[in-house]
């Protein structure tokens, strides 16, 4: 089957397409394998490789079963964007997410750290897929388990249960999920939640001058901890900040908060963006491109045409320029096995980055939907620029 997610439509039409195919396809296998040893503890982060059958993806894992793989949750990203290719969508989707639930929709694990949300918002879109109730029970059990996870006593959601820390991850981690159930299922509740760990984000861990995150900070203080800018917490932040787009109220207080914490993160992003269009592991600072914060922040950019409508015409256009010269970049930085390079490894904790940089596992799936969006949102607004 030939298959082709939205976009790929230049000149480079042919080659795109089928690297994206090609990855998805990998990505279709690898749900239906287990990767690791049963009793293997992995205890470092492996670099994503592809040998001539499989995709491979590993992650930071202590005793924990193989299904709970969030960086499979993460390459799987290309297949919330709509396409003719249902089909072909739902048989991968279908794949991974059968292993994770049981025969009534339940999740076979608990959903008490924030980065087993990803997986989540898949389940959504399978339920938009297929109508199954299965799936919608999945979402509703996912969303339950989203109000019982444990808080930090200004509301805000703890990265992990047993740590009392608040990262900009959880945004990008929950927030999808959370607006998907608003919008396609429209569960206000889900999106009033969303809306509430924005604000605490805001009021807590934001710079206002550049509009940009903190890394993260304590429940008890102190805020504005790690690194301002850093890179993939920009494009975490972002992708919270796009769910949001998508589902809220217009002409409410959240919508002229939003409204203006956009901005200020946009005209800052524009400024910082390299000249080879990449965005660096640490914004503010010289250092090295990120591709898996370029394809984040591109995903978020692009989310959605009404994401454009309080800009001028002189703002569009540099928008425009931003999106093109990004995509470029992670054109450029897909190598001969159809990986992207250039992204940073695993950050192990607040404030602790890793010097590693290759083709890792964050970069892939987001940066596969990022060209893929941002080639249509490029052909959706061109009339406009």
Not at 17 to 36: C, F, G, M, V, W
Request: aromatic letters at 8%; hydrophobic letters at 40%.
């Amino acid at each position: 089957m030939n298959t082709r997610l939205p976009g790929f439509q230049n000149k480079n039409q042919s080659d795109d397409s089928q690297i994206t195919h090609e990855r998805l396809r990998k990505i279709a296998d690898s749900a239906a394998d287990n990767p690791y040893d049963k009793k293997a503890t992995i205890t470092s982060i492996k670099e994503t490789i592809l040998d001539s059958i499989k995709w491979r993806l590993t992650y930071i894992l202590s005793i924990a079963p193989p299904h709970e793989n969030w960086y499979l949750a993460a390459s799987l990203w290309p297949l919330l964007i709509d396409t003719t290719e249902k089909a072909e969508q739902l048989e991968i989707l279908k794949r991974a997410i059968d292993k994770q639930l049981d025969s009534t929709g339940a999740w076979k694990y608990p959903l008490n750290t924030a980065f087993k949300f990803l997986m989540c918002t898949h389940v959504v879109r399978l339920w938009e897929l297929t109508g199954d109730e299965r799936y919608l029970n999945a979402t509703i059990n996912a969303l339950n388990q989203v109000k019982e996870m444990k808080r930090a006593p200004n509301g805000a959601f703890l990265y992990l249960p047993t740590r009392d820390e608040i990262l900009v991850d959880t945004l990008g981690m929950i927030c999808p999920f959370l607006g998907a159930c608003a919008k396609s299922l429209g569960i206000d509740e889900a999106g009033e939640i969303l809306r509430e760990q924005l604000q605490i984000y805001w009021g807590n861990n934001m710079d206002s001058e550049t509009g940009l995150p903190f890394h993260g900070y304590y429940a008890g203080g102190p805020k504005k901890l790690g690194n301002l800018g850093w890179g993939r917490g920009v494009g975490w932040y972002m992708l919270a900040m796009a769910a949001a787009q998508k589902c809220m109220r217009p002409d409410t207080d959240f919508a002229n908060q939003m409204s203006d914490w956009k901005l200020r993160i946009l005209q800052t992003l524009i400024k910082i963006q390299r000249t080879d269009g990449h965005w660096s592991e640490f914004t503010l600072i010289k250092s090295r491109p990120d591709s898996s914060a370029t394809g984040m922040i591109l995903l978020a950019l692009t989310s959605e045409n009404k994401s454009t409508e309080d800009l001028d015409q002189i703002q569009l256009k540099s928008l425009k320029n931003s999106i093109q010269s990004a995509r470029l970049a992670l054109l450029k930085s897909i190598g001969k096995n159809g990986l992207i390079q250039h992204a940073t490894g695993e950050a192990p904790a607040l404030g602790s980055y890793s010097h590693a940089h290759g083709n890792y596992p964050w970069a892939q799936g987001f940066g596969t939907a990022a060209l893929a969006q941002s080639n249509r949102w490029l052909q959706q607004n061109s009339s406009h620029i």
